[in-house]
């Protein structure tokens, strides 16, 4: 599936910028299905790796839905593609967010859980570049809208970052203060952010910021777990904090 979006060119032309997205690897429910959740890789990754661990999880009411990300130029490599949901310049905190591609990659995110039954509970996690893409969706719900001004129309009920970040965060508690259905909506939203204390790649403390921004503005649902020594990899005491907290949150029956 392709999504397109407009953005300046060299000329100051608006040209159009084209997101094709890979293929899709699907892990259906081995038991009731009660849950679906958009699973997102990291940066240079695939859903294929994802959908295997996922697959073996102790988690048969879950339909995970593992999508690859578009190749593109990432301004990290010196403009050398790679699979990225989102363009990166640098991992700071004042790094320049690349708000289209954030925009289009969580538009088909909610686009893959468009189609799902009613009484499906919906969800997002990720790892990496894939969870700040989930946690970007978990801020559109709360405003029921993209940064581009489109609604966003899927209603989530979990959102799981592992090693990650959370974009536009500088701009986040101003865009819900003061609307109370956006605060409403941030103030329920279940959220779980596992980081390792080692990562070498997404800095610790970016995981420690993302929460304290959450938190300060509104959501109040957020658990953080840190894990001493671990790097920018994830481990199966991970996946079973992971699994705990969608079985409580989702309500899941655990059952085949």
């Known amino acids: 599936m392709s999504f397109t979006g407009p953005s300046a060119g060299a000329s100051g032309r608006t040209v159009t910028r084209a997101f094709n997205?890979?293929?899709?690897?699907?892990?259906?429910?081995?038991?009731?299905?009660?849950?679906?959740?958009?699973?997102?890789?990291?940066?240079?990754?695939?859903?294929s790796s994802w959908s295997t661990l996922l697959e073996s999880l102790p988690l048969p009411n879950i339909k995970w839905i593992c999508p690859s990300a578009p190749q593109q130029p990432i301004t990290l490599f010196g403009g050398f593609p790679s699979t990225a949901w989102f363009d990166v310049n640098d991992l700071s905190e004042n790094t320049k967010d690349d708000v289209e591609g954030?925009?289009?990659?969580?538009?088909?995110?909610?686009?893959?859980?468009?189609?799902?039954?009613?009484?499906?509970?919906?969800?997002?996690?990720?790892?990496?570049?894939?969870?700040?893409?989930?946690?970007?969706?978990?801020?559109?719900?709360?405003?029921?809208?993209?940064?581009?001004?489109?609604?966003?129309?899927?209603?989530?009920?979990?959102?799981?970052?592992?090693?990650?970040w959370l974009p536009c965060a500088k701009l986040l508690s101003k865009r819900i203060e003061g609307l109370q259905e956006a605060a409403n909506r941030a103030a329920s939203l279940p959220i779980l952010l596992c980081h390792g204390r080692g990562d070498d790649v997404v800095p610790f403390k970016f995981g420690e910021k993302s929460l304290q921004t959450l938190i300060s503005s509104g959501f109040r649902d957020v658990t953080f777990k840190a894990y001493s020594g671990l790097g920018h990899y994830t481990i199966p005491e991970e996946m079973d904090e992971v699994g705990a907290w969608l079985t409580s949150k989702l309500g899941l029956e655990g059952k085949l």
């Open 102 to 164: 954030l925009d289009a990659a969580a538009a088909y995110v909610a686009s893959l859980l468009a189609t799902e039954p009613p009484e499906i509970k919906l969800g997002v996690g990720g790892f990496s570049m894939g969870a700040a893409t989930a946690l970007y969706s978990a801020t559109c719900f709360a405003q029921s809208k993209y940064e581009n001004g489109n609604p966003y129309a899927v209603n989530l009920s979990a959102v799981v970052g592992l090693s990650g």
């Open 21 to 47: 997205f890979g293929r899709t690897y699907v892990v259906r429910p081995k038991g009731k299905h009660q849950a679906t959740i958009v699973w997102l890789h990291g940066l240079g990754d695939n859903g």
